[in-house]
């Protein structure tokens, strides 16, 4: 009997093992697609209980000199950066050297609203100041070298666009304001600070800020797509510019280091874990907040030239998964990350959903086609598998739906709802709170 057993056991570690390989697999061979289709290049890192379980790079740090990316090559990591910069603050907080309500009025009392701005606003994007990084001509300004006056200055003269904490508005400034306050408190330069409290604490050997990523030094340069070719992009921000709303540079393995690092408590003590992942209309302190199958997924994106970067983090499984790219083509990364986690966790019971109605092939035919809307940034394209429907978003990887009802379908991982209504050809599309209507496109 307990040759039985154990027979039983080790056949399942096996099998469970080579359905593992088998999903890391369809992943290495999805992210190597990507830049044989021209739609990314870049790498990828997943991360399952503070260890690394698979990394891959696809396309080129450098097209013109044909240099491959690889697992240690570094990327600016653009807004992902507001997350270190929120932690860094939380801990300043912790060590009682500012709180949650101090006012901005104690660091910047010339700025609009400084009286009535508290550091908590900043951290959740409702201060109401206006995004300095949408000031017309401002991605040329920024590619020069600007001093924190000069970067003061932009801010002063744009007026907010609402009351503080009235609601939730994302804005590079608050974060760029909030680097210069952890400047002035530890008096230090928040490349020093980074470095002492993230850094160091985590063993990053590849992660930095105030200075430009450089290809002898294993750096992507940054692309474009355009006439069927990747082109460099020319005007680079500086990046003593966005400092800690956009500044690190860093390799996925890193990242993931990071975020691992922030969920097991080597960062910051669960209070204040807690207290930054609270969040207010989506948004925690430095962090977005999703679904994934009912659970909660921590992480946030980046952009700035042409890099792209995602990263994201499912404490109950303790997973980890982010993305960086120097060079991005009509594509969504936040899509990206999703199929990632659906093909790792394939073989997951605990994931698996199922229609609650059974549908006849009949029923699903008049709802396929293309479907395009004003608000929605994509077409979809309905197909079927069967009795499945199946929904891709321009450029997207496909993604099997769920019946609801007959009508009404649902992407379980990303919570996204798609109610069709046949009478004029239409699918209303609910995504983040937020409702989109597609009609059919006429053959």
Not at 116 to 129: A, E, M, N, P, V
Request: proline share 2%.
């Amino acid at each position: 009997m307990k040759k039985s057993i154990f027979f039983l056991m080790g056949f399942l570690c096996v099998f469970l093992t080579w359905s593992q390989d088998e999903n890391l697999k369809e992943i290495e061979n999805l992210f190597a697609d990507l830049a044989s289709e021209n739609k990314a290049m870049g790498t990828l890192s997943i991360f399952k209980e503070g260890k690394e379980v698979f990394n891959t790079s696809t396309g080129f740090i450098s097209v013109e000199d044909k240099l491959k990316a690889n697992r240690f090559s570094n990327y600016r990591i653009a807004s992902i950066t507001k997350t270190y910069t929120a932690t860094i603050i939380l801990q300043l907080i912790s060590e009682q050297k500012l709180t949650l309500e101090s006012k901005l009025s104690n660091f910047f009392p010339e700025l609009p609203n400084a009286e009535r701005i508290k550091i908590q606003d900043l951290l959740y994007h409702r201060s109401g100041l206006f995004n300095v990084t949408e000031i017309e001509g401002f991605s040329t300004w920024i590619s020069s070298y600007r001093t924190r006056e000069e970067m003061l200055e932009k801010i002063k003269g744009k007026k907010p666009n609402f009351n503080p904490d009235t609601k939730t508005a994302y804005s590079n400034t608050n974060y760029i304001l909030l680097s210069y306050i952890a400047e002035d408190i530890e008096k230090k330069k928040y490349a020093t600070i980074f470095k002492e409290r993230i850094a160091d604490a985590l063993n990053l050997k590849h992660s930095y800020l105030g200075k430009d990523v450089e290809v002898k030094d294993n750096g992507a340069k940054s692309y474009y797509f355009e006439n069927k070719k990747w082109n460099p992009v020319t005007i680079i921000t500086d990046i003593n510019g966005p400092i800690g709303a956009g500044g690190i540079v860093s390799n996925a393995t890193e990242v993931n280091t990071f975020f691992d690092g922030l969920f097991s408590g080597k960062l910051l003590s669960n209070t204040f874990l807690k207290q930054m992942t609270t969040t207010k209309e989506g948004l925690g302190m430095g962090l977005s907040m999703f679904q994934y199958h009912g659970m909660p997924l921590y992480g946030h994106n980046g952009a700035i030239d042409g890099f792209r970067s995602i990263a994201g983090y499912i404490p109950n499984k303790k997973v980890g998964v982010v993305i960086t790219c120097n060079g991005v083509h009509q594509m969504s990364l936040s899509n990206l990350i999703f199929k990632v986690l659906d093909l790792y966790f394939k073989n997951d019971a605990s994931m698996k959903s199922t229609s609650l109605v059974e549908l006849k092939v009949s029923d699903l035919e008049p709802l396929l086609g293309i479907y395009g809307g004003d608000t929605f940034p994509f077409k979809v394209t309905f197909t079927r598998e069967e009795n499945r429907l199946l929904a891709q978003a321009t450029g997207q990887p496909i993604f099997k739906l769920i019946a609801l009802k007959r009508n009404v379908f649902k992407y379980d991982a990303m919570g996204i709802l798609f109610n069709f209504n046949k009478k004029d050809d239409s699918v209303l599309v609910k995504f983040q709170g937020k409702e989109h209507l597609l009609k059919k496109e006429k053959l």
